[in-house]
């Protein structure tokens, strides 16, 4: 997590820049699979981490945004898929998201939009994709690469989740004419990939300075 | 918008809705969510609304709280509605049937019966779903949510995640209300009406960084705890919140069940019969 591993990171500073150490862990962890890294681990810890990345959603959605189009607003909730899709994986990421979105509908008061629920789940199953490419927030690592690809995924997610999924969806749930929701897409498509992008990317190298101090121990289950 | 307009209870109330089981307040809240979603027929809204006002004077809330969020509420929906009429202001033709015009603005903007009705219904529709979820939200707990969503076979650790995230709503809240009074503090100006749109993301994204931190530094405490008590060793679960059927509870169950077949009944027939319109308007059709 962001806490507690600093103090035995203080102990065995001094071996901190061994790279063949450093080298040995990131092939240990590339052995994990692709699909758990999909799933992630669902310990106590990622139940909890997402509900409070649920919560942090819902409050954020409804206190943190500043509105752009009807039932649209740039909202800083879109910090939560980075932030719980960084620290458990992509589906905690979208299980989060698609909470954390039912949650601020049900405090919100502007409806129940389950297709705009889902779409925010598939966004934030891209935006967490981050361990996939091997950026290990936990671990430290995240380099420019890997931000030039977390940008990539994120304008990829975001056209997939609001321009494909969520209009898909509308049709099929509600059969409402799209007008709306196409100008509510690109409002939203716009918004989040640049609050992902411009706030995301400085709040990764953030965490990842933060943690960077244990790069070379790894945790024992 | 002060911290008291979120309603989450910890506590069980006395009333007639407060006493039901979780298994029965989810039930019940799940299916007429489904129902709302799927209809636009003010012949099954409207009665829908007054139920849910009666059952909303039946808990004895706080009537100044949900005046501040209705007020709010209804401010929000209204300036939704004039968002879409000035994207679309002949709306109603489309999902109505008709145009009839009250008024001219301009060449584009016009003002017709139905865009207005629609809107009607659109807003009576929402004000519904939104004392729904108001009503449900002030009759439960977050652990009797946990018990009622566990009872419809969603995995426990699902319904963990949704009794939590509805824990700590209200100390995230209080969290980012302390944020944005302490950076106010050190002479930030926050007020909506004196910053520009630049200034104010700047300063959503100060509040943002310790928000952040300081909610997930209770993750491992939490987790902790909850390893402690022996969280996600069995494959199901009890919930201590969950009691025997009251009187209520077995009043509601065939109740819940009709509004099933109701709803499946409305989908079959949707889908067979797509209407031409889909919404139903007094004097068209």
Same mark, same amino acid.
């Given at each position: 997590?962001?806490?507690?591993?600093?103090?035995? %990171?203080?102990i065995?500073?001094?071996?901190?820049d061994?790279?063949?150490?450093?080298?040995m862990?990131?092939?240990?962890?590339k052995?994990?699979?692709?699909?758990?890294?999909?799933?992630?681990?669902?310990?106590?810890?990622?139940?909890?981490?997402?509900?409070? %990345?649920?919560?942090l959603?819902?409050?954020?959605?409804n206190f943190?945004?500043?509105?752009?189009?009807?039932?649209?607003?740039?909202?800083?909730?879109?910090?939560?898929?980075v932030?719980?899709?960084a620290?458990?994986?992509?589906?905690p990421?979208?299980?989060a998201?698609?909470?954390g979105?039912?949650?601020?509908?049900?405090?919100?008061?502007w409806?129940?939009?389950?297709?705009?629920?889902?779409?925010?789940?598939v966004?934030?199953?891209?935006?967490?994709?981050?361990?996939?490419?091997?950026?290990?927030?936990?671990?430290?690592?995240?380099?420019?690469? &890997?931000?030039?690809?977390?940008?990539?995924?994120?304008i990829?997610?975001?056209?997939?989740?609001?321009?494909?999924?969520?209009?898909?969806?509308t049709?099929l749930?509600?059969?409402?004419?799209?007008?709306?929701?196409?100008? &509510?897409?690109?409002?939203?498509?716009? %918004?989040?990939?640049s609050? &992902?992008?411009?706030?995301?990317?400085?709040?990764?190298?953030l965490?990842?300075?933060?943690?960077?101090?244990?790069?070379?121990l790894? &945790?024992?289950? | 918008m002060?911290?008291?307009?979120?309603?989450?209870?910890?506590k069980?109330?006395?009333?007639?809705?407060?006493r039901?089981?979780?298994?029965?307040?989810?039930?019940?809240?799940?299916?007429?969510?489904?129902?709302?979603i799927?209809?636009?027929?003010?012949?099954?809204?409207?009665?829908?609304?007054?139920?849910?006002?009666t059952?909303?004077?039946? +808990?004895?809330?706080?009537?100044?709280k949900?005046?501040g969020?209705?007020?709010?509420?209804?401010?929000v929906?209204?300036f939704?509605?004039?968002?879409?009429?000035l994207v679309?202001?002949?709306?109603?033709?489309?999902?109505v049937?008709g145009?009839?015009?009250?008024?001219?603005l301009?060449?584009?903007?016009?003002?017709?019966?139905?865009?207005?009705?629609?809107?009607?219904v659109?807003?009576?529709?929402?004000?519904?779903?939104?004392?729904?979820s108001?009503?449900?939200?002030?009759?439960?707990?977050?652990?009797?949510?946990?018990?009622?969503?566990?009872?419809?076979?969603?995995p426990y650790?699902?319904?963990?995640?949704?009794s939590?995230a509805?824990?700590?709503?209200?100390?995230?809240?209080?969290?980012f209300?302390?944020?944005?009074?302490?950076?106010?503090?050190?002479?930030?100006?926050?007020?909506?009406?004196?910053?520009?749109l630049?200034?104010? +993301?700047?300063?959503?994204?100060?509040i +943002?960084a310790?928000?952040i931190?300081?909610?997930?530094?209770?993750?491992?405490?939490?987790?902790?705890?909850?390893?402690?008590?022996?969280?996600?060793?069995?494959?199901?679960?009890?919930?201590?919140?969950?009691?025997?059927d009251?009187?209520?509870?077995?009043?509601?169950?065939?109740?819940?069940l009709i509004?099933?077949?109701?709803?499946?009944?409305?989908?079959?027939?949707?889908?067979?019969?797509p209407?031409?319109?889909?919404?139903?308007?007094?004097?068209?059709?």
């Amino acid at each position: 997590m962001l806490m507690n591993e600093a103090h035995e %990171g203080d102990i065995v500073r001094h071996t901190h820049d061994t790279t063949e150490e450093g080298d040995m862990i990131m092939s240990e962890k590339k052995k994990q699979s692709v699909g758990s890294l999909l799933v992630g681990k669902w310990d106590t810890k990622t139940v909890v981490g997402i509900a409070i %990345g649920a919560a942090l959603f819902g409050v954020l959605m409804n206190f943190g945004g500043i509105r752009i189009f009807t039932n649209t607003s740039l909202t800083t909730a879109m910090i939560v898929d980075v932030i719980v899709g960084a620290l458990f994986g992509p589906l905690p990421a979208a299980v989060a998201a698609f909470f954390g979105n039912v949650i601020s509908d049900l405090i919100g008061g502007w409806g129940f939009w389950f297709d705009w629920s889902i779409g925010n789940a598939v966004l934030a199953f891209f935006v967490g994709l981050l361990p996939l490419y091997g950026a290990k927030i936990n671990d430290g690592v995240f380099t420019t690469k &890997q931000a030039v690809i977390y940008a990539v995924t994120v304008i990829v997610g975001n056209l997939i989740a609001f321009g494909v999924v969520t209009p898909l969806l509308t049709y099929l749930f509600y059969s409402q004419e799209l007008t709306i929701t196409w100008g &509510q897409a690109w409002a939203a498509v716009i %918004g989040n990939a640049s609050v &992902q992008i411009i706030i995301g990317i400085p709040l990764l190298f953030l965490l990842a300075k933060r943690n960077a101090r244990s790069t070379n121990l790894s &945790q024992e289950d | 918008m002060n911290t008291k307009r979120l309603f989450i209870n910890v506590k069980p109330g006395k009333t007639f809705l407060d006493r039901l089981t979780g298994k029965t307040k989810v039930r019940l809240f799940l299916i007429l969510i489904l129902l709302l979603i799927q209809t636009w027929d003010i012949r099954l809204i409207l009665p829908l609304l007054l139920l849910f006002i009666t059952a909303l004077i039946s +808990l004895k809330p706080d009537w100044k709280k949900v005046w501040g969020v209705l007020g709010f509420i209804i401010l929000v929906n209204l300036f939704n509605l004039f968002l879409m009429w000035l994207v679309e202001p002949d709306y109603g033709l489309g999902v109505v049937g008709g145009s009839t015009v009250l008024a001219r603005l301009s060449r584009f903007y016009i003002i017709t019966a139905e865009t207005m009705w629609y809107f009607f219904v659109r807003f009576t529709k929402f004000m519904a779903t939104f004392i729904l979820s108001l009503v449900f939200i002030s009759s439960i707990t977050p652990s009797e949510m946990a018990a009622g969503l566990y009872s419809i076979k969603i995995p426990y650790k699902i319904c963990t995640i949704v009794s939590l995230a509805f824990r700590y709503i209200p100390d995230i809240t209080r969290d980012f209300h302390n944020i944005k009074i302490s950076i106010q503090a050190r002479g930030m100006e926050l007020d909506s009406k004196k910053t520009g749109l630049i200034t104010r +993301l700047k300063q959503n994204v100060l509040i +943002l960084a310790p928000l952040i931190i300081t909610s997930f530094d209770r993750v491992g405490n939490i987790a902790n705890a909850m390893d402690l008590r022996g969280f996600g060793k069995g494959k199901k679960r009890t919930y201590y919140s969950e009691h025997e059927d009251t009187d209520g509870d077995r009043i509601l169950r065939p109740v819940i069940l009709i509004l099933v077949v109701v709803f499946v009944v409305f989908v079959v027939r949707g889908f067979i019969h797509p209407p031409v319109y889909q919404v139903w308007c007094p004097w068209i059709s």
